[in-house]
């Protein structure tokens, strides 16, 4: 009898293991033909819709924030979903940019290189997805301006089949919208 119970609840959490799955195997519908637009200035009532602001005017080391928010990429090791210490201050730029632009929305998309099966991909870029929304909320911006997904390996920004290419599809990309 415990034996019967035992097997009808393992049965029952795989099968909910296996739904989880291919919920979250339907990726993220991207819509290719919408025109790219630079939405980082935001225009004063009336002004030129056109025209960009500059952001932070009143900072020492601009150049050196606006380099790091430009890095739009944070890379992973192999098989792991840590920060590395290197990427800390390009999150931590984009994570003032959001503070101080409380509008802006941020997404961030997990990728991962081709090596592995889909559904363990998918589950690695969310992981990296996370790991990268985590750092940016210990910045101070509210979880209502991010959004992490996982694109697994559909999308991978190199096409070669080595570890250099490898190497630049482990990463995860911040997408203001």
Request: proline share 3%.
């Amino acid at each position: 009898m415990k034996l019967a119970m035992h097997i009808t609840a393992r049965t029952s959490m795989i099968a909910a293991t296996l739904v989880v799955l291919g919920a979250c195997s339907q990726g993220v519908k991207l819509d290719d033909k919408a025109p790219v637009v630079d939405n980082t200035g935001t225009p004063a009532t009336g002004a030129d819709p056109n025209a960009v602001t500059r952001v932070e005017t009143s900072t020492a080391n601009l150049d050196a924030i606006a380099n790091e928010l430009s890095k739009r990429s944070v890379y992973f090791d192999y098989d792991s979903y840590i920060v590395k210490d290197e990427f800390r201050p390009a999150v931590e730029a984009n994570g003032k940019y959001l503070n101080s632009n409380r509008g802006r929305k941020v997404i961030v998309q997990g990728n991962t290189d081709e090596r592995g099966g889909s559904e363990y991909n998918l589950a690695l870029g969310q992981k990296r997805a996370e790991a990268v929304r985590k750092q940016l909320a210990l910045t101070g911006v509210p979880e209502s301006q991010i959004e992490a997904v996982s694109l697994g390996k559909e999308k991978p920004r190199a096409t070669g089949h080595d570890e250099a290419a490898w190497a630049e599809n482990r990463r995860a990309d911040f997408l203001y919208q």
